[in-house]
């Protein structure tokens, strides 16, 4: 029997991109972007903090991209709320199936039925930062 290892070798390529970067990462990859910071501002993004009055710019270092982005308007002013979600578990049991082929040229097909049910189910940590005239004016949470 021929095993292939390339849909293994996707799995991992999909698990290790989905990973969240670290704020040094994030510089690394824009330093341009954290030079033209204050010296405060670059201190919390360092740390992995915003504060009030950062720029969009400046919570992606701190805090990487968010997850989602809502725009609405906040007392007549457009605003924008990023999203970003962390961590949450349960457990999923399932049963499926798949089609194989043998080096011989024989074939094999299965199919199966799944089901899916929480235990001991935590929700995810969610963080929101709002955005209003290009600057932070309020968030909750501790970011990503």
């Known amino acids: ?3 292939t290892f390339i849909p293994i070798l996707l799995l991992f390529g999909l ?10 990462e994030r510089i690394d990859a824009n330093l341009p972007a954290f030079q033209k910071l204050a ?17 969009p710019e400046a919570v992606k270092l701190a805090w990487g991209d968010p997850d989602s982005i809502s ?14 979600q962390k961590g949450g578990s349960g ?12 080096h011989n040229g024989s074939s094999m097909i299965g199919t199966g039925i799944g089901t899916t049910f929480p235990i001991s189910t935590i929700p995810p940590n969610t963080s ?17």
């Open 71 to 84: 725009r609405g308007n906040l007392d007549g002013i457009p605003s924008e709320r990023w999203i970003y």
């Open 91 to 102: 457990f999923s049991f399932g049963v499926g199936g798949g089609v194989g082929h043998y």
């Open 39 to 55: 010296p405060r501002e670059q201190y919390l993004v360092l740390a992995g903090q915003i504060s009030l009055g950062m720029t």
């Open 15 to 24: 698990l290790v991109a989905s990973c969240s970067t670290t704020p040094q």
């Open 128 to 144: 929101y930062v709002l955005f209003s005239k290009g600057k932070v004016t309020a968030w909750e949470g501790s970011g990503h």
């Open 1 to 3: 029997m021929k095993i």
